[in-house]
């Protein structure tokens, strides 16, 4: 099933983002090594609110959940993605997708597209490499730059894509410095730079690109239900649409219809644990973010309301044999849910 929406702005207020520590700009290097999000602190009168992509691929280490942890700060926000991340020829080799740097437009993040200097020898496999360090100077350089820009996320992203062929340039480099330091092989970089020449040459072929590779993989999300979702319901497309003209590629876990009304379902399971891990959770909330705010939204031509949802999956274990530590967490979360306008489920049964 294909469902269309649009989307023409983000209304929402987060509960669950965790406290953020506070680091100096000087500190940064530490700061990523050891968080996924925190607060720096620029000047005497400056603070932004940093999280960082282990990955270009949306899909590895929860990075909409460390976005969504520093939501809750007042004041710039910023994501640091790298342009692409390589972990030598036994690793997964990513590459930055457009859409991913639209959705973070959208939600009024700052993007620093950056890339990887630094890595170590991985000790279990002969060519993957292991704790990969950014170039912490552009990062710098972006932040300050970034201290005095006085327009908005949209614009200022818009600066770092077109930008992005040469900083993959220099992630080629570095990653070609780094194979002949530790004597691991890398992916082909032939096909590396093929893929980059696509890029480089305007933004817009830059969006095209990443938009099909986006909508491929929707369409393999689509063929098959993850075992760890553990839902019973039907797979749908959801392409939204912005004010921009800009498109987004989703999938919802589950649908429902029920006369007017489609529930638009993201589910997380767990099966040894009361609940998802909070990582889970926040990933399906950023989700929430998303259903929560679209508008004009057509299957087969007829228009449905929305009811987003967040269903909650375990082995059979209910809300009220839960640990009190666990209930308390629902409870905030089910105040997210009711402020923003989105539902709750433990298995089958809303809270």
């Given at each position: 099933?294909?469902?269309?929406?649009?989307?023409?702005?983000?209304?929402?207020?987060?509960?669950?983002?965790?406290?953020?520590?506070?680091?100096?700009?000087?500190?940064?290097?530490?700061?990523?090594?050891?968080?996924?999000?925190?607060?720096?602190?620029?000047?005497?009168?400056?603070?932004?609110?940093?999280?960082?992509?282990?990955?270009?691929?949306?899909?590895?280490?929860?990075?909409?959940?460390?976005?969504?942890?520093?939501?809750?700060?007042?004041?710039?926000?910023?994501?640091?993605?790298?342009?692409?991340?390589?972990?030598?020829?036994?690793?997964?080799?990513?590459?930055?997708?457009?859409?991913?740097?639209?959705?973070?437009?959208?939600?009024?993040?700052?993007?620093?597209?950056?890339?990887?200097?630094?890595?170590?020898?991985?000790?279990?496999?002969?060519?993957?490499?292991?704790?990969?360090?950014?170039?912490?100077?552009?990062?710098?350089?972006?932040?300050?730059?970034?201290?005095?820009?006085?327009?908005?996320?949209?614009?200022?992203?818009?600066?770092q894509v077109n930008n992005v062929?040469?900083?993959?340039?220099?992630?080629?480099?570095?990653?070609?410095?780094?194979?002949?330091?530790?004597?691991?092989?890398?992916?082909?970089?032939?096909?590396?730079?093929?893929?980059?020449?696509?890029?480089?040459?305007?933004?817009?072929?830059?969006?095209?690109?990443?938009?099909?590779?986006?909508?491929?993989?929707?369409?393999?999300?689509?063929?098959?239900?993850?075992?760890?979702?553990?839902?019973?319901?039907?797979?749908?497309?959801?392409?939204?649409?912005?004010?921009?003209?800009?498109?987004?590629?989703?999938?919802?876990?589950?649908?429902?219809?029920?006369?007017?009304?489609?529930?638009?379902?993201?589910?997380?399971?767990?099966c040894s644990n009361e609940l998802?891990?909070?990582?889970?959770?926040?990933?399906?909330?950023?989700?929430?973010?998303?259903?929560?705010?679209?508008?004009?939204?057509?299957?087969?031509?007829?228009?449905?309301?929305?009811?987003?949802?967040?269903?909650?999956?375990?082995?059979?274990?209910?809300?009220?044999?839960?640990?009190?530590?666990?209930?308390?967490?629902?409870?905030?979360?089910?105040?997210?849910?009711?402020?923003?306008?989105?539902?709750?489920?433990?298995?089958?049964?809303?809270?």
């Amino acid at each position: 099933m294909k469902i269309e929406a649009n989307i023409t702005g983000i209304s929402y207020k987060p509960f669950l983002c965790r406290e953020l520590n506070l680091w100096n700009l000087a500190q940064i290097k530490d700061a990523i090594s050891k968080e996924s999000s925190f607060i720096l602190k620029l000047n005497d009168t400056n603070k932004i609110a940093v999280s960082w992509w282990v990955s270009s691929k949306r899909t590895r280490s929860y990075p909409y959940a460390r976005v969504y942890d520093t939501l809750g700060f007042i004041g710039k926000k910023i994501t640091i993605i790298p342009v692409i991340k390589d972990e030598g020829k036994e690793g997964d080799r990513d590459f930055l997708q457009w859409d991913t740097v639209s959705l973070m437009s959208l939600l009024g993040i700052y993007v620093i597209i950056s890339y990887y200097k630094e890595a170590s020898r991985s000790s279990r496999y002969k060519h993957k490499i292991t704790k990969q360090v950014f170039d912490i100077g552009h990062i710098k350089n972006n932040i300050n730059n970034l201290l005095s820009y006085q327009s908005d996320a949209l614009h200022w992203n818009l600066l770092q894509v077109n930008n992005v062929g040469s900083l993959a340039e220099k992630a080629i480099d570095s990653y070609t410095n780094i194979s002949n330091n530790l004597g691991i092989k890398m992916h082909s970089e032939e096909t590396a730079r093929k893929r980059i020449s696509k890029l480089i040459k305007e933004k817009n072929s830059f969006m095209i690109l990443s938009r099909g590779l986006a909508q491929k993989a929707q369409e393999r999300e689509m063929a098959t239900i993850q075992p760890k979702e553990h839902l019973n319901g039907t797979k749908a497309i959801l392409t939204i649409k912005n004010y921009l003209g800009g498109y987004y590629y989703f999938t919802s876990d589950e649908i429902l219809l029920d006369n007017k009304n489609v529930y638009l379902i993201e589910g997380k399971h767990t099966c040894s644990n009361e609940l998802p891990s909070i990582g889970d959770i926040k990933d399906g909330l950023l989700k929430m973010i998303l259903f929560t705010n679209l508008e004009n939204v057509m299957i087969n031509d007829k228009k449905y309301n929305p009811i987003p949802a967040l269903r909650l999956t375990n082995n059979s274990i209910s809300f009220e044999s839960m640990t009190e530590r666990n209930k308390r967490m629902l409870a905030i979360l089910k105040k997210e849910a009711d402020l923003n306008n989105f539902k709750v489920f433990i298995n089958d049964k809303m809270i």
